[in-house]
């Protein structure tokens, strides 16, 4: 018989468990949970272990409509080298979603514009993600100077500064919209001198 954590690396690291509650394959997915081989990402929903610390998951399975953000944003467009502690993921701030400690997920409660502005949808680890693109990201960095630390924020926006496709004029569009405009401007003048 093939091993469960076998069948879920074929099917991309993931499972999902929707109507087989009662079947032998549920029965295995919960053993090889309780061994610590699988981690519960939400009701009905598996992934093996690496695949949450290396790839990025189906975050639109898990939570419909969310946005990557934060910490992955920045990793994926390399403007920091810290790894993400969990997945940062938004939300419209009306909806409430339960997140369990072992799912790995954080969640951001943004206003309808917040998860408009500087969103696209981009292909990640063969999932399709919406995600906030790079001079969002660097605005997000900014807003949350305060709980990131200066020293993230800073690296965030030299390195964004590095890049050649850097698009400064709608950064900085993004950023006033964020209310974040004169921060950002500060720390332009001074990285840019």
């Known amino acids: 018989m093939e091993r469960i954590e076998d069948i879920v690396a074929n099917q991309g690291g993931v499972i999902r468990l929707e109507g087989k509650s009662k079947s032998n394959e549920y029965r295995r ?5 309780k061994a610590g081989k699988l981690i519960r990402i939400r009701k ?5 272990p690496y695949v949450l610390m290396d790839n990025m998951i189906d975050i639109e399975s898990i939570i419909p409509g969310g946005v990557v953000c934060l910490y992955n ?9 810290q790894t993400p502690p969990t997945f940062c993921v938004a ?18 409660y943004w206003n309808e514009q917040s998860l408009t502005l ?16 790079p001079e969002r990201s660097v605005c997000d960095a900014v807003r949350y100077r305060n ?3 200066e020293d993230l924020c800073l690296e965030i926006v030299r ?31 001074i990285l840019m001198e």
């Open 29 to 33: 997915i919960l053993r090889a949970e």
């Open 44 to 48: 009905g929903v598996y992934a093996l």
């Open 73 to 81: 944003a920045w990793s994926y467009y390399g403007l920091t080298m």
């Open 91 to 108: 939300i419209d701030a009306k909806r409430k979603i339960v997140i369990t400690d072992n799912q790995m997920v954080t969640i951001y």
């Open 118 to 133: 500087g969103i696209e949808t981009t292909e990640i680890s063969s999932h399709k993600v919406r995600i906030t693109n």
């Open 147 to 149: 709980k990131i630390g």
């Open 159 to 189: 390195n964004y500064l590095k890049r050649p496709d850097r698009k400064i004029g709608l950064m900085m569009e993004y950023a006033k919209a964020l209310r974040v405009g004169k921060t950002l401007g500060n720390y332009l003048n």
